[in-house]
Nanobody, 124 residues
Framework: QVQLVESGGGLVQAGGSLRLSCAAS????????MAWFRQAPGKEREFVAG????????NFADSVKGRFAISRDNAKNTVDLQMNSLKTEDTAVYYC?????????????????WGQGTQVTISS
């Protein structure tokens, strides 16, 4: 079993930045592929960014490429999402996810463990 706890959400103005962090426990962190998803009101959960076990490969949704960065620290069991140039359409609940897959899949079904989510609100 893996426990994931997100932090760092909040309210910022458009154009600003936020850094989300996810702390994992319960399983060897370096064996997990990690990802961030988000879900806006009335919309389906969507992939935002993913990072493979070693941190050597990342994957981003087209909507966040060039604005968001994902990183992990296998010594600290954490994965971070740095979000820059935020837009109102980035408003959503952001979820950390962990999976036992070889690559940073964009599909939610690839991830077994999920955090509770953290709210990110971008004001205009």
């Amino acid at each position: 079993q893996v426990q994931l706890v997100e932090s760092g959400g909040g309210l910022v103005q458009a154009g600003g930045s936020l850094r989300l962090s996810c702390a994992a426990s319960g399983r060897t962190f370096s064996s997990l592929t990690m990802a961030w998803f988000r879900q806006a009101p009335g919309k389906e959960r969507e992939f935002v960014a993913g990072i493979n076990r070693s941190g050597g490969t990342t994957n981003f949704a087209d909507s966040v490429k060039g604005r968001f960065a994902i990183s992990r620290d296998n010594a600290k069991n954490t994965v971070d999402l740095q979000m820059n140039s935020l837009k109102t359409e980035d408003t959503a609940v952001y979820y950390c996810a962990a999976g036992i897959v070889w690559y940073a899949s964009i599909w939610a079904s690839s991830y077994v463990y999920w955090g509770q989510g953290t709210q990110v609100t971008i004001s205009s």
